[in-house]
């Protein structure tokens, strides 16, 4: 056995622990091989008997027990052997054997330190329960909890899938700026910069819409982007302020052919994550397989236990609004028009009560000002909202085409900006002068990778799909 002052640069492994379980799995106990085999990884377990010591190895496939006899290696080395602490990472060598209490193993002839352990494990690799330590030394909870790793395979396969799957329908994968002159294509506070170069102040993204559009204009009829969004705001189970977002345009389309693409899309993404098309959402299996239902959003209000709203929507003064809020508990702000109102009353007793996969269609225009206007509800635009366990997956719009609409949309937001609204959208004249050359009808979308692997994976917290999520600075 070698254990080497210097940590080698590398060591040649010539199987996994998994490999070497489908090759050998009908090994007779007390049998061997006559195949060596290289392996490394991360001890897991040590355990000493006499001039026999065993030690379970794990890397990222799986686990093999190394089986170490002083017979086999003499005493020095034996001695360094069972010297190895838990949580080192090692290279052994030796042939595959099944003991005779039938564990498949690797009988030692060389063990290789490769980065020693300095710190204790947890809990002997039974996992990390406490949520703050699990999230503040998260590479410590990939090492003992299984379940944290089976999230990060599954957030690799959604993206691989979401990109396979647009890619044979035609979609051009694209990247458009990170850092945007001017924040804009949502409602969203954004995070601000600055560029001592230049001598601007420059905003990350909080959503890539105008930049992907004006490919649109440009020509390009099928787009997307699976891109990092940032907003300033705050953090619960359901939100995050750095996330991904899957977002994608289809030229010549309205929101009825993109609803229909997005859950398609959503199916695609929950077989390959998951195997099938049930998930668990509040006790119960809900099927991704059906037609996902349509409705309203007074209709959704409605189900929710609300009152019908379109005749205090027809009255138009909004103080019937204004007064059934209050009376719900929503808390108004002076600002707010009708549609905004609206839109509160439904995130408050509609969108949460909502269950199964449904499309909310239509969205007032003062919280959807890149949307078409709907075609048969004045005051709503043809924008619709994945629901599912009660949180928005992703929104679809019928895209907004008309220069001088949209810079009159721009103008309803400066304006609600100016009366204290911060996540008004901000109005970019760069994008209406690109919008004045002409863009084709378009269905857009953006699903939320983040949200959608919270559902797929039986997730409590949307923080469980983060690789490494940003906490409040601590001890």
């Known amino acids: 056995m070698t254990v080497e002052g210097g940590y ?6 010539s199987a996994t622990a998994e490999v070497l379980g489908e090759r050998f799995g009908d090994l007779e106990p007390g049998g061997g091989s006559g195949f060596e085999a290289s392996v490394a990884g991360r001890i897991a377990s040590l355990r000493g008997h006499g001039k026999l010591a065993f030690a379970d190895l794990r890397d990222s496939s799986g686990a093999i027990q190394l089986f170490a006899q002083q017979d086999e290696l003499g005493e020095n080395a034996m001695e360094a052997f069972t010297a190895l602490g838990v949580g080192d990472i090692v290279g052994a060598e030796g042939e595959v054997i099944r003991t005779r209490r039938g564990e498949l193993s690797l009988r030692v ?23 703050e330590a699990r999230y503040r030394q998260r590479y410590l909870d990939f090492l003992a909890n299984a379940s944290a790793r089976r999230m990060i395979e599954a957030r690799a396969t959604a993206n691989r899938v979401a990109r396979s799957w647009l890619d044979e ?40 819409e105008l ?10 009829e099928r787009v997307y982007e699976l891109n990092r969004c940032f907003r300033n705001e705050g953090l619960s189970s359901t939100h995050l302020f750095e996330f991904t977002m899957l977002e994608g345009y289809e030229a010549y389309a309205d929101y009825n052919d993109t609803m229909s693409l997005v859950e398609d899309l959503v199916r695609a993404i929950a077989q390959a994550v998951n195997g099938h098309l049930s998930v668990m959402l509040e006790g119960r299996v809900v ?6 239902e349509r409705m309203t959003m007074f209709e959704a209000i409605e189900a929710g236990g609300g009152r019908d709203l379109s005749g205090l929507w027809d009255g138009g003064d909004g103080d019937g609004l204004r007064a059934y809020a209050r009376d719900i508990g929503v808390a108004l702000d002076a600002a707010w028009g009708r549609g905004k109102i609206v839109a509160e009353i439904y995130e408050a007793i509609g969108e949460k009560n909502i269950v199964e996969p449904t499309f909310v269609t239509g969205f007032p225009k003062d919280v959807s000002p890149l949307a078409k206007d709907h075609r048969t509800i004045e005051g709503f635009t043809e924008q619709a909202d994945l629901v599912l366990g009660g949180v928005e997956l992703a929104p679809i719009y019928s895209e907004l085409n008309d220069s001088a609409e949209q810079e009159r949309r721009f103008a309803q937001q400066a304006a609600a900006r100016a009366q204290g609204d911060a996540e008004a959208t901000l109005a970019d004249r760069d994008f209406l002068e690109a919008l004045a050359y002409g863009m084709p009808p378009a269905g857009g979308f953006g699903v939320g990778i983040d949200r959608l692997l919270v559902f797929l994976t039986g997730s409590d917290s949307i923080r469980e799909t983060v690789t490494f999520p940003i906490l409040r600075p601590g001890p």
């Open 211 to 220: 930049y992907l559009k004006r490919l649109l204009i440009g020509g390009f």
């Open 169 to 208: 329908r035609a979609f051009l994968e694209v990247e458009t700026p990170l850092l945007q002159p001017q924040a804009g294509g949502a409602i969203a506070r954004p995070f601000v910069t600055h560029h001592d170069p230049m001598d601007v102040d420059l905003y990350l993204r909080i959503a890539p």
């Open 8 to 13: 080698p640069y590398r060591y040649e492994r």
């Open 109 to 131: 002839s060389s063990v290789t330190l490769l980065a020693e352990c300095t710190r204790p494990m947890p809990e002997k690799w039974h996992g990390i329960t406490d949520t």
């Open 287 to 292: 099927d991704l397989g059906p037609r996902f």
